[in-house]
């Protein structure tokens, strides 16, 4: 074809192939590193109970390198998803696993109550506090 036509027909097909192998191995690659590189803070809420309507008591379970100092977040909301409820917790060094037990203090009985997040490396990138306007949030704890 080549000495009819003069083209030259290089198979474009496996270029297109071979590249999109290495854009897959590159994200594959990236993706791993973000994991071995996280947060080594492992969090979980086990329970929480309204236990008035100006409190809840949650109870969160942190897992975390013993020398490391971890901030976390809670949140309460009523039923229209409005806080009522919001603290910043600063757990300090020590045992690698910690049982939280918090009492947060509520304007309103709470419907839902959350973990937002927790990090070692200071406040978690998590949504802040979503109080109606003029609404000055509770102190924290509840005492």
């Not at 290495?22 to 492992?42: C, K, R, Y």
């Amino acid at each position: 074809m080549q000495e009819r036509y003069g083209l030259d027909r290089r198979p474009v097909g496996r270029w297109i192939g071979i590249g999109i192998v290495l854009v897959a191995f590159v994200a594959a690659l990236g993706f791993v590193t973000v994991g071995i590189s996280g947060d080594p803070v492992e969090t979980r809420l086990v329970t929480w109970d309204d236990v008035a309507p100006d409190r809840v008591d949650m109870a969160v379970q942190v897992k975390r390198p013993a020398d490391v100092e971890v901030t976390c977040v809670l949140r309460a909301q009523d039923s229209r998803r409005i806080d009522v409820g919001y603290a910043t917790v600063v757990i300090p060094p020590g045992d690698g696993e910690v049982a939280l037990d918090y009492s947060l203090r509520t304007l309103a009985p709470a419907y839902t109550a959350e973990l937002l997040g927790c990090s070692s490396e200071g406040v978690p990138n998590v949504p802040p506090p979503q109080f109606p306007p003029g609404v000055v949030p509770p102190e924290q704890p509840w005492s």
